[in-house]
């Protein structure tokens, strides 16, 4: 009996995440899936976002993903250089409460 | 300072590039000083300085993602990823993320009076709950202190309690790397609702997974700081992506803030050093409600008070703390000088 009902919990649990998409959210969220962001009189770099917007929110999310990933990684080597340079070395860090 | 509004292409809209800057740069300062993300003052920020609720979130996520790529480069702590309960991690934490963003995205097609979404309303007020729970509780446990640190010394000599297992419904998992058997669900409910957190609030999550990786999971420190960071950069990445399949995110506006994020952070992480004491903990209690605060007088109307409020309290927190990295550092250097 007690195994019964661990399967059936387990079911049931399974079964909560896809409430989400139970709710059709495609549908609904037709508005933001299909705008369009006007690109005249933009600069080349915001030209680009918009119109990677514009062509396909699929590429759109790649481009930013991988430029926030990119950007990150330059940030973070780029500050620990400056940080070495002006004699914070803080490659050591150890937390205390 | 016209030649400090930038334009923001997915949001239309001009914003202050000083001011994205400047709630970055908060951010990153209060996050590498205290070690939690800090990212819930961002959209409550952004909110308040006008980006709609979605894309305040989706925003957020995807600066959040860019910062913890910054934080795991710094921290250097991967090598304590727990694998086994990572990959979990990831996949709790998408499927939470995308539950979140889901709901988001259904409350933003449903439109109220003032042209605001529903999405505005329910997330703001789960803030409140959120800002003045936490405050409140760290405001307790400043007050508390002594109190806990005389129990602590009482029963020093008694061995420690293992971490308390909830719940055991199978199946059971064991974790070699942390040296823990557990039930799936309490691993999987532990980084399906911070996943959903970070999906509905646009928050890494940290603040509510690292104590549920030590007491609920029962990982040892070192490896639950690993995994969560481990964790923030992949339900981060996931959310930064989704938000943007579903059109919500301003990369400009991300960029200008990881950018801000990333100064304030080696400057946070850098005062660790210098900075000790218990005292700093009552100010961040402070900042936490006083975000809270910011966040009832946006959904109350008074916008203009909320901004000043938030950016107000965000800013004095960064001064103090760089205040007293700047006497820190010059006290060591005074002290090399003497040597």
């Known amino acids: 009996m007690k195994r019964v009902w661990v399967v059936i919990f387990n079911v049931l649990l399974l079964g909560l995440p896809l409430l989400a998409w139970a709710a059709d959210p495609g549908e609904k969220t037709a508005d933001f899936a299909s705008k369009q962001v006007k690109i005249e009189g933009l600069n080349a770099i915001n030209y680009f976002f918009a119109s990677t917007y514009n062509d396909s929110k699929m590429m759109f999310a790649i481009v930013v993903t991988v430029i926030m990933g990119v950007v ?3 940030i973070a080597f780029a500050t620990d250089r400056i940080l070495k340079i002006i004699g914070m ?6 937390h205390h409460e | 300072m016209d030649f ?15 001011i994205l800057v400047a709630i970055g740069f908060a951010v990153g300062v209060l996050g590498g000083f205290f070690g939690v993300g800090g990212a819930w003052v961002v959209t409550p920020a952004l909110n308040i300085f006008g980006f709609p609720m979605a894309y305040a979130i989706g925003t957020d996520l995807a600066h959040i993602f860019g910062k913890s790529i910054v934080a795991t480069a710094k921290h250097r702590k991967m090598g304590n990823v727990d694998m086994k309960l990572g990959i979990w991690s990831i996949i709790g934490s998408v499927i939470g993320v995308e539950a979140g963003a889901q709901v988001i995205m259904w409350l933003s097609t449903m439109k109220i009076a003032g042209g605001d979404t529903l999405a505005g309303p329910v997330v703001r007020y789960s803030y409140m709950v959120l800002l ?34 909830a719940w055991n419904l199978p199946p059971m998992m064991h974790f070699p ?5 557990i039930s ?24 509510i997974r690292m104590p549920a990786l030590i007491y609920l999971i029962g990982c040892p420190t070192a490896i639950a700081v690993g995994t969560d960071l481990f964790s923030v950069l992949f339900a981060g990445a996931y959310g930064c992506w989704t938000y943007g399949v579903k059109g919500v995110v301003d990369i400009v506006a991300a960029i200008y803030m990881l950018v801000g994020a990333s100064i304030g952070a080696q400057i946070g992480v850098t005062a660790v050093k210098y900075i000790r004491g218990y005292g700093i903990r009552l100010l961040f209690a402070i900042m936490i409600i006083l975000a809270g605060v910011s966040v009832a007088l946006k959904q109350f109307g008074l916008t203009t ?13 960064c001064a103090i703390i760089m205040a007293k990295l700047w006497a820190g550092f010059k006290k060591e250097q005074a002290e090399k000088m003497a040597h």
Do not use: C, H
């Open chain 1, 72 to 74: 990150g990684g330059i």
């Open chain 2, 305 to 317: 008070m909320a901004a000043w409020v938030v950016m107000g309290a965000a800013m004095s927190m």
């Open chain 2, 4 to 18: 400090l509004t930038v334009y923001l292409p997915i949001a239309e809209q001009n914003f202050s590039a000083l």
């Open chain 2, 132 to 165: 003045f729970g936490l405050g409140i509780y760290m405001l307790y446990d400043y007050a508390t202190k002594d109190k806990r640190a005389a129990a602590k010394a009482a029963t020093a000599s008694v061995a420690a309690a293992a971490p308390k297992k």
């Open chain 2, 177 to 181: 790397a942390s040296g823990i058997t």
């Open chain 1, 89 to 94: 070395d803080v490659s050591k860090i150890e």
């Open chain 2, 184 to 207: 799936f669900w309490t691993v999987m409910g532990v980084f399906f609702f911070t996943g959903f957190l970070s999906g509905f609030l646009g928050v890494g999550g940290g603040f």
